[in-house]
């Protein structure tokens, strides 16, 4: 059984740093992308940034420049570094695993709150 575990979220202050990690388990992680969706209060959910198994990356325009997505293939661990939060980045965020072939696997939601 697929299992994504996120962590990290919180209260942080604007123009704060914080990083968000999901562990992924009961499946094969190194091949598959992995990335991050939000979804801020009344919004749909977005993709917020993805990263292949070869590390290819795609940012939504609004958080470029400021956070960054990795992955630890040996510790089946997907990262976001937030830097220079804004309020606007307040939101529920979601890691989540393409298996590939439409099995996408996702890790329940993580808080993070920026106040300003």
């Known amino acids: 059984q697929v299992q994504l575990v996120g962590s990290g979220g919180g209260l942080v202050q604007a123009g704060a740093s914080h990083r968000l990690s999901c562990v992924a388990s009961g499946s094969p992680f190194s091949f598959d992308a992995m990335g991050w969706y939000r979804q801020a209060p009344g919004k749909q959910r977005e993709l917020v940034t993805s990263?292949?198994?070869?590390?290819?990356?795609y940012y939504i325009q609004s958080v470029k420049g400021r956070f960054t997505i990795s992955r630890d293939n040996a510790k089946n661990t997907v990262y976001l570094q937030m830097n220079q939060l804004k309020p606007e980045d307040t939101a529920v965020y979601y890691c989540?695993?393409?298996?590939?072939?439409?099995?996408?696997?996702w890790g329940q939601g993580i808080q993070v709150t920026v106040s300003s």
């Open positions: 990263i292949t198994y070869d590390g290819v990356t």
């Open positions: 989540y695993q393409d298996a590939g072939s439409g099995y996408v696997h």
